[in-house]
């Protein structure tokens, strides 16, 4: 109890607020300004052991992987990040200084988007260390993208530089959220469909063309860098925890996207969308695509 | 894998949704329609051998009490829930049933008071169940009650018959939150001040105190029936999980209250706001108030 209250009095002194608050924080419930627009909410559980590990992972890349999955989520809608709130399950040995860390950790990524930490509930345990997220944001103005509008003939095309290797690279655990990337394009472009890329291209590219009820075709080629090895596309295809945004518009707003983008992690082509069901993959050197068969390459 | 996407596809099937629902369940983040009052936003996790016990508290009930918790919040503030967000920390070993009569129990509470359950995340792990609830909401026409306006003069008030208990008597589980109960209160009064009763009233008054910065002073026999000892005086001070409305309003006010109030769960006052700081307790046939030792009535 104690400890549960020396924290939450530290949480309130030390942790950033929005303007979106219209109440001091501390009372039952959080009040925000809403957007006329609506109300974008995603939520994102990490646990110890599945998506970092305690004692190996740095508390503040906890705190803050942890308001970055939720971030990307509303990046994939094209929205903007404004009220975080966490909810902690604190096993009973837990040191208050990690737990400080954990949440510098979040907090530091809260500023980064001039998002505050607006609300939570801490609760110790005898489980292991889990970390709930919950964030609140607006829709763009031109509304939220989504995984509905994916069109025949359209181009899918993928932020950032290569898909896969998350782990290795602690990709999963330092990525930025790719909210403002999302923004420009749908400041730019009509945007037909989007997504964001968490539990690798091979499991997410199926959930957009169920979505749209259309057929996806990748090109091996373009996902992953040449050379390539089996094991690498097997990586690029189902590490997940990339992070980057999967988004399809027209060939001519593509080539524009590609030729004006302004920003670092860059974006490119990687498939098509045709008239059917499923997603198909296009080896290099053949002419017709196979079925993307996701057991084959879950590892 | 297969038991995450298996357990999604039924709660997309199964569970009520909102009218606030802009998007179809299954996007990356949900969109809400949004009040121009304001967006309330309350989240509490709940988990084994802390909120509940898996194994002794029937499925149903766990779903309940964790969405229940969190309307109790909302109703704190004098508002109305609208959507529901559920993450869930499974164990490896849970029966899929097991996980939807869990959710069935969130689906009822939902249904009672016109929620959906508009998004959510499930991750299965090596630790114990644990569920995250976040909820959305809109706050009463008159603006949120908070628990910042408690005023000299004021008297105390509090909903329901009886504190304590909540353990034995299952309350903490099949509570009904007092939404309905705090939004005719804010129809009909001015509440100076409310908040909910989780914590149990020797750690909630004080909060509420410190807030508002004013003295409270209750009256023992006002907060339990005679005949009463100390267990009895102790289980109503700090058990907690009471989940009743803890407000204050003008004496005329209390009055009118007390004459009028149309709910079963019944509504009594139990103390008196004075200048000064901290909560007093008045026992019976004292003349001067103690300040309320938690410590000495903590388990």
Known sequence: MTFENNFVNWVHATMPTTAKALLPNGDDAALLSSSPRGTLV?????????????????????????????????AAMGGTPDSIFISL????????????????????????????????????????F???????????????????????????????????????????????????????????????????????????????????????????????????DAKDLRSALCDGEDFELLFTCSHANAVEIEHNFPWSCGIRRIGTVEKGEGVYLLHPKQTEAQLLDLHGYEH
Request: hydrophobic residues 40%; contains cysteine.
């Open 42 to 74: 995603a939520t994102d559980m990490l646990l110890d052991g599945t998506h970092f590990v305690v004692g190996q992972t740095p508390p503040e890349l906890i705190g803050r992987k942890s308001v970055a999955v939720n971030f990307s989520d509303i």
């Open 89 to 128: 399950a604190v096993p009973h040995s837990t040191c208050p200084k990690w737990l400080e860390r954990v949440m510098n950790g979040a907090a530091e990524m809260a500023r980064e988007f001039n998002c505050g930490i607006d609300g939570g509930d801490t609760n110790s345990w005898n489980g292991p």
């Open 130 to 228: 889990a970390i709930n997220v919950c964030v609140v944001g607006r829709p763009h103005w031109r509304g939220p993208a989504s995984r509905l509008g994916a069109k025949e003939k359209d181009v899918v095309m993928v932020s950032g530089r290569r898909l896969g290797d998350t782990l290795a690279s602690e990709h999963h655990l330092n990525f930025t959220p790719r909210i403002k990337e999302a923004q420009w394009l749908l400041d730019h472009f009509e945007i037909h469909s989007m997504m964001d890329l968490s539990d690798g291209l091979a499991s997410d590219a199926p959930r957009l063309a169920k979505a749209s009820a259309v057929k996806i075709v990748l090109e091996v080629e373009k996902i992953i860098p040449s050379p390539w």
